[in-house]
């Protein structure tokens, strides 16, 4: 994920060229240790310079760089392990494969805290290196929040406290509030622990519990594995609703269905009505009819999509043979039978892949289900 350091991920000019980068575990002050074998001084490049690799790397770790091993080794030892910013919102236990109990906090982080900035600054830094496009919020603009995920451990009679994760927001205001999920950061070595669930959890429920006016909660460019993490803990939100039944599912989407999801969870209507068809499909796989009902129930949804929002030139090509099909002029005569052909595989394409990542969905959330 070092694109955006490094232009295609290249750097120029060096034999053996190595890259340590150390972040102090509580206050994320960074050390960069920058060696190398030689400088290539020959080749087909040998009149350019070699990269300089410190310029390219300071505008993404902007905050206290430290080139000097001993200097931060004396920062790491001032460090205060048992301070953080902000008020604890939630906290939990969690064991790990060994059976080692952790401890963790969800802290609501205050921009006007003194030092948090400076601190977060330098604890985000982190994402340019695993989240692929990722960038920096302006921490002046008042409209953001975050929410820090803290490990705790005891070491002699005291609590330490390291950060291992964010969440951050951004409410759109206007008659009423939206509040968009713009970054989602756990360190690499703590993933697949359920960590990330129990901070999603934890960002739910301080926006509906601090935000009156809120209309819905969105979330900004998520990858496959935030999305299935997602729709799990909206699945296990929605599935004891009396709406979401099974027998109520087989009738299709409701106006209450998404009156519910909409007002107590402030789901967004697409997620809303995604939930819908996970559990449909659940409830349908058993049930040949129930599932042919289902797919029918899918594919005219996607074609009232895609007549409203084409989503791109496929879509456009889509959109072209819904409008053809419910035209009885003769114009559309000029589209010949192998056109038609054509879109209406197109159109199937569209609703297999929707259909394959609603499965794909289910075979990793199968345990937020229960016979009903």
């Not at 509580?26 to 040998?46: M, Q, T, W």
């Not at 290196?129 to 005291?158: H, Q, T, V």
């Not at 005569?333 to 879109?343: G, I, M, T, V």
Request: glycine share 4%; aromatic share 14%; hydrophobic share 35%.
């Amino acid at each position: 994920m070092t694109h955006q350091i490094f232009e295609d991920e290249n750097i120029y000019g060096y034999q053996g060229l190595t890259i340590d980068i150390y972040f102090a575990a509580h206050s994320a002050y960074c050390f960069i240790d920058v060696y190398y074998d030689e400088i290539l001084r020959n080749g087909p490049k040998f009149y350019l310079e070699p990269d300089n690799v410190m310029n390219l790397l300071m505008p993404w770790f902007p905050n206290n760089i430290m080139t000097n091993l001993h200097e931060f080794k004396d920062c790491v030892k001032r460090d205060e392990p048992d301070y953080i910013y902000g008020e604890c919102v939630d906290c939990f236990t969690n064991t790990n494969e060994e059976g080692k109990m952790t401890g963790f906090r969800i802290i609501n982080c205050d921009l006007s805290t003194s030092g948090f900035k400076e601190f977060h600054k330098r604890f985000q830094s982190l994402i340019i290196m695993f989240i692929d496009a990722a960038n920096f919020i302006d921490l002046d603009d008042p409209s953001w929040r975050i929410l820090y995920l803290y490990e705790e451990c005891r070491i002699g009679n005291k609590n330490k406290y390291c950060p291992v994760g964010f969440c951050s927001m951004y409410l759109f205001k206007d008659i009423t509030t939206i509040a968009r999920i713009s970054q989602f950061f756990i360190v690499p070595f703590l993933q697949r622990l359920g960590l990330g669930y129990k901070l999603l959890d934890a960002t739910y429920n301080y926006l509906k519990s601090t935000i009156n006016d809120l209309e819905e909660i969105t979330v900004e460019s998520p990858n496959k594995i935030f999305t299935r993490m997602r729709d799990n803990l909206d699945i296990s939100y929605i599935i004891d609703e009396p709406y979401f039944a099974k027998y109520e599912l087989f009738k299709g989407f409701t106006d209450n269905m998404l009156k519910i999801a909409r007002l107590k969870y402030k789901f967004s209507n697409e997620q809303a009505r995604k939930v819908y068809e996970i559990l449909r499909c659940y409830w349908s796989q058993s049930n040949p009819r129930e599932y042919e009902k289902f797919m029918l129930d899918v594919k005219k949804h996607r074609k009232a999509k895609f007549m409203v929002t084409p989503l791109n030139l496929e879509s456009n090509k889509l959109l072209q043979l819904l409008q053809m099909k419910q035209s009885k002029s003769k114009g559309c005569n000029k589209y010949n039978f192998e056109e038609r052909l054509n879109l209406s595989i197109m159109l199937q394409e569209e609703v297999d892949k929707f259909v394959h990542t609603i499965q794909s969905t289910l075979r990793h959330i199968q345990k937020s289900f229960k016979t009903q």
